[in-house]
């Protein structure tokens, strides 16, 4: 892949991302306004309204992460999925290990230096 395209790719991925950031504050901020007016104190509910506002953000974060592994690999997320996809099931199981075993270190790290 050229280098011409990597830095297309990674530039509308920096795009994706502050527009889905943008999409995840509004619906926060319009769930909590919708939400303001309802006594959430008094809710004898086993799941509380107020953690409601927070299912505003499935979305918005989803396409954030993609557009993340766009801006991180340069390579657009669908060609990344076409590869993902054309890899053996031993192969996906081990790779997907790998990511979920980095992924365990990065926020043990980042836990320990932050907490």
């Known amino acids: 892949m050229k280098s011409a395209d990597c830095t ?3 530039k509308s991925g920096v795009k994706k991302l502050v527009v889905n950031g943008v999409a ?3 619906a926060v901020r319009a769930a909590g306004f ?3 007016s309802i006594d959430l ?3 004898d509910e086993d799941i509380p309204l107020a953690a409601l506002k ?3 953000l499935v979305l918005p974060v989803s396409f954030g992460l993609g557009a993340l592994i766009e801006v991180i690999t340069g390579v ?3 060609h ?3 590869k993902w996809s054309r890899l053996a099931g031993w192969q996906r199981g081990l790779f997907g290990f790998a990511l979920v075993v980095v992924a365990a270190l990065v926020s043990g790290v ?3 230096a932050v907490g």
């Open 8 to 10: 297309r790719i990674r």
């Open 24 to 26: 995840a504050l509004v």
């Open 34 to 36: 919708i939400l303001g």
């Open 41 to 43: 104190d008094d809710s």
């Open 54 to 56: 927070w299912f505003g």
């Open 76 to 78: 657009e997320f669908a």
């Open 80 to 82: 990344l999925s076409y």
């Open 110 to 112: 980042l836990s320990v």
